[in-house]
């Protein structure tokens, strides 16, 4: 596994250790991001360590309160020389500049797969938890994925080279003009927004098509997945708070039994024991379903790319179409015929031919636009080449990368099943000894 | 269940060597045989002078007493050489918590259900097969077939002729809530196992253990000439009315250890209550944290479909989620068959020592009465006098049974429980020891899996 090869990081990837918490395991998953990756990261330490509440004017002068997160950037050991480490240089922003930030590198580079913020309002909750941005634990899962989304994109071989991503970590003030100024609104194609089959492909690159179905059937499982175990965790949640009540009505009964009362009384105080560990157990399974929302989100991202592509095998294709359909004109011109209907064809023939000069004029703007449709696919189809060999490798790393994070994921999960189970163990094999004192 | 064991009856020589040992558990059971012997004795006949004492007596000493004292007492011989009384000696070794083969002469099954049909109703008869080597039986092996009704007449009797004598309750009369039909077979065997249940605790039990009725109940062929045999009937119909009628004034003086023990019975009556309501929510829970789980495995199946170097460590996961889901079910019936009726017989007991309190407290009522109308007659003193007698040492009779058999109750009470909620906690124990072997099997195979691909 990779995690032995890291070197860099402070928390030690551990392997062959099953009381490996889910935060190392995280944390191999950034030794990873560092190794894969590029310059950025391996000069500087990127973190968003803390949030907390503004209130202040919104866009349509209202109070509001919102949730504003530190980002710190600490030079790498490396780049310091030895004494004490230099104070890391920090700035505030809300989300909805990691959004604006997110929609750029979107636009900017459309043939990557751009990593996903954390979802904006809490879904898939159990019961107990809260759906209430406001919430502490809300806010802390959402600090916690802001950190990955700047991690993902800073070790992205692509991404990192950004200015743009440099000055948000970097620039406080003056970064929200300065991405704008790029124009990278313009470029916004309301075509992609929308999700009808109107753009049909006539011959679709088949491994793109392929890649949508997986990225739907992925989204769909998923979500599924997710909502079974937010389901799983209500119901295991009521099982351990009941034994609580166990606790309760041992203590009464101990009271009125004289051989009895001891054993009944300890055993109940394990009840309360095991009822209070399912908090625990529950928050790190969150952390859990936080690495599959990670990749639920990235189905969608998958899904814009797929999009794109089509959008620009579209144009290709109608570009191509056009140039077609402009040559037949041309050749109908030389020759005479008709094969084309147009109605000054029609007319010139049912109420007498142009002169010479039209026609001659007519044909040489015709090679003009000819001219200018074969330049035009020529430039489609370097675009389209070109996009499609960038959005493969892409894709590629891609699914590389989900491999390794959800095959993690998935040795994490198991983990953490390992670790309440070894806590029953231990519950109740107490509370077994107090019943035998009984 | 304590169906067909070979019973071996160890020579009497040897019993009482044995008897110096452990006494502290067994003080009631000793002290029961003497009182059992006495009790036998007393029922129509005149009383031996002076035995209340010893029979409230509970001291480390009084087993040693029972060889000797025995003698003095009983019309009937030395040694009591009944089989009960050796029985109660050799309970001195048992493991509390064993049945051990050697102290029962009476093993008693309920089995095979079988349905009846007729024009008017449908009813269950059950095989009561019981095997024995006590003397008093003609055989050895006898097999009848029974209805819940005839446990019912059973119980009624037993209560009837020992009224303060707490008789193990029977599974209830009518279908619980929740449940659809009266025969379905989850139903019926829950209702086998109690009335076996039933028939060995009275088979335990010191006194009504020899009851009549309860040979009867075991041996006859045809229950129905014994069931209408109700001589004394009227006469006890008469008296629980005047035993009514006494009641509404109420007991003058109750004596203080009845009223601890009247205490304790409405607050265990409470707790035994709420914990058997815990135990059925914790059921109910598990069982719908047992459906959302199913649906675990199947998804990681689903998506394993999708995937290639995936594939096989969520088919993994889907495998565990489906072993784990096993191993729920388990946990669940366990807890169902064990606990449950644990304590739901115990539920039902404290109606029972409710009851054995109430009529208690009547017999007492009635002493009372006659006691105060002696007082405030001057003519037929006599008479008087000799009812009044009678009811005083009725009155003790019944106050010390109850005493002694409370005790004996006490501690069956708290065995039984105890075994229940060890076994119970045992199996939790097991269930989460499955379920960490089937995840760490699972991570041995991707740790395993993952460093073969690196290299």
């Known amino acids: 596994m990779i995690m032995a090869d890291s070197g860099s990081s402070e928390e030690a990837a551990v392997i062959g250790n099953t009381d490996i918490t889910s935060t190392e395991s995280e944390n191999n998953i950034i030794n990873t991001m560092v190794e894969r990756g590029t310059s950025l990261l391996k000069k500087m330490e990127i973190s968003v360590a803390e949030a907390e509440k503004r209130t202040g004017k919104n866009t349509v002068n209202m109070q509001e309160t919102y949730t504003v997160y530190l980002i710190e950037i600490r030079q790498a050991e490396s780049a310091t020389e030895g004494g004490t480490p230099a104070a890391p240089d920090t700035l505030w922003r809300r989300y909805s500049e990691f959004e604006l930030l997110r929609t750029y590198l979107l636009v900017t580079y459309p043939y990557i797969i751009i990593p996903p913020l954390p979802e904006k309002r809490a879904e898939f909750v159990w019961h107990k938890l809260s759906a209430d941005n406001l919430d502490p634990d ?16 800073a070790s992205h071989p692509v991404l990192s080279n950004d200015n743009i991503f440099f000055h948000f970590l970097t620039e406080e003030k003056g970064w929200r003009e300065a991405v704008l100024d790029t124009g990278f609104q313009d470029k916004v194609d309301s075509r992609l927004k929308s999700l009808s089959a109107m753009l049909r492909v006539k011959s679709p690159d088949r491994r793109f098509t392929a890649l949508k179905q997986y990225s739907d059937e992925l989204n769909a499982v998923v979500s599924q997945l997710l909502r079974v175990r937010a389901r799983v965790a209500d119901r295991l949640y009521g099982v351990y708070k009941v034994h609580g009540n166990y606790g309760r009505v041992f203590s009464e009964w101990s009271a009125i039994e004289k051989e009895m009362g001891d054993g009944l009384q300890s055993a ?160 109740w094999s107490n509370a077994k000894e107090c019943f035998n004192k009984m | ?105 009476l093993f008693i099954s309920v089995e095979d259900p079988e349905s009846h049909i007729t024009a008017i109703e449908t009813y269950i008869m059950y095989r009561v097969a019981t095997k024995t080597t006590r003397s008093d039986f003609d055989s050895s092996e006898f097999e009848v077939r029974r209805r819940y009704q005839d446990f019912l ?90 035993a009514v009628a006494n009641s509404v004034r109420g007991v003058k003086n109750r004596p203080e250890e009845f009223d601890v023990l009247q205490e304790y019975v409405e607050n265990f009556s409470n707790k035994i209550s ?103 007659r001057k003519s037929d003193l006599d008479a008087l006098q000799d009812e009044v007698d009678e009811l005083a040492e009725r009155m003790e009779k019944s106050n010390s049974a109850l005493q002694l ?21 045992e199996k939790n124990v097991e269930y989460y020891e499955k379920c960490l072997a089937v995840w760490e099997s699972f991570l041995v195979s991707q740790r395993g899996e993952s460093i073969s691909q690196r290299d």
């Not at chain 2, 000793?30 to 009383?47: I, P, Q, R």
């Open chain 2, 1 to 105: 269940m304590c169906a067909c064991g070979t019973f071996i009856l160890t020579a009497p020589g040897g019993s009482a060597a044995r008897l110096g040992g452990r006494v502290d558990r067994v003080r009631s059971v000793g002290s029961a045989s003497v009182w059992a012997e006495k009790f036998l004795v007393m029922s129509g006949h005149t009383v031996p002078a002076d035995i209340s004492g010893h029979m409230l007596d509970l001291d480390e000493d009084e087993d040693l007493e029972v060889f000797s004292k025995n003698t003095s007492l009983t019309d009937e011989g030395p040694v009591p050489n009944s089989p009960s009384s050796m029985v109660n000696q050799y309970r001195l070794e048992d493991d509390e918590e064993q049945q051990d083969a050697n102290a029962k002469d």
């Open chain 1, 138 to 153: 809300f806010v802390e899962r959402r600090r916690v994925g802001l950190e990955n989304f700047l991690l993902r994109v």
């Open chain 1, 268 to 427: 109940g105080h394990h009840m309360d024991t095991y009822a209070a560990s399912i908090d625990d157990i529950l928050e790190e399974e969150e952390h859990y379903a936080d690495q599959l929302k990670e990749y639920l989100f990235y189905t969608d991202a998958v899904r814009s790319v797929c999009r794109k592509h089509e959008l620009m095998q579209y144009e290709l294709e109608m570009a191509s179409q056009d140039l077609a359909y402009k040559k037949q004109q041309k050749e109908e011109l030389v020759t005479g015929t008709v094969r084309i209907f147009s109605l000054k064809g029609m007319t010139s023939k049912l109420f007498g031919s142009e002169s010479q000069e039209q026609r001659e004029s007519r044909l040489s703007a015709l090679e003009q636009s000819i001219e200018e449709g074969i330049e035009a696919v020529m430039e489609k189809n370097t675009e389209c080449r070109d996009f499609v060999r960038a959005a493969w490798e892409d894709i590629e790393r891609f699914k590389e990368q989900k491999d390794k994070d959800l095959r993690e994921a998935l040795i994490s999960y198991a983990i953490m099943q390992i670790s309440m189970c070894k806590k029953g163990i231990q519950v």
């Open chain 2, 274 to 376: 709420s914990v058997d309501k815990v135990t059925q929510r914790i059921i109910k829970e598990q069982r719908e944290y047992l459906d959302e789980l199913r649906q675990y495995s199947s998804t990681y199946s689903q998506w394993a479909e999708s995937e290639e170097n995936l594939s096989e460590p969520l088919k993994g996961v889907a495998s565990c989620a489906e072993r784990c889901c096993n191993e729920t079910e388990e946990q669940i019936q366990h807890l169902s068959e064990v606990l449950v009726p644990a304590l739901h017989e115990y539920v039902l007991c404290t109606e029972t020592l409710k009851a054995v309190m109430r009529r208690r407290d009547n017999i007492q009522a009635e002493f009372e009465v006659k006691s105060d109308t002696l007082a405030s």
């Open chain 2, 153 to 242: 007449w059973l119980r009624s009797k037993l209560e009837e002729s020992h009224p303060t004598l707490i008789v193990h309750p029977l599974p209830e009369k009518f279908v619980m809530k929740g449940m659809v039909e009266r025969f379905n077979d989850d139903f019926i065997e829950t209702r086998r196992k109690a009335l076996q249940r039933f028939l060995s605790r009275i088979s335990e039990h010191p006194v009504l253990s020899h009851s009549q009725h309860f040979k009867v109940f075991l041996t006859a062929q045809d229950l129905a000439p014994h069931k209408k045999q109700g001589s004394g009937f009227l006469s006890r119909m008469g008296e629980t009315m005047r």
């Open chain 2, 405 to 425: 058999d409370w005790s004996r109750w006490r501690n069956t009470m708290r065995a039984d429980l105890k075994a229940a909620f060890v076994s119970s906690a």
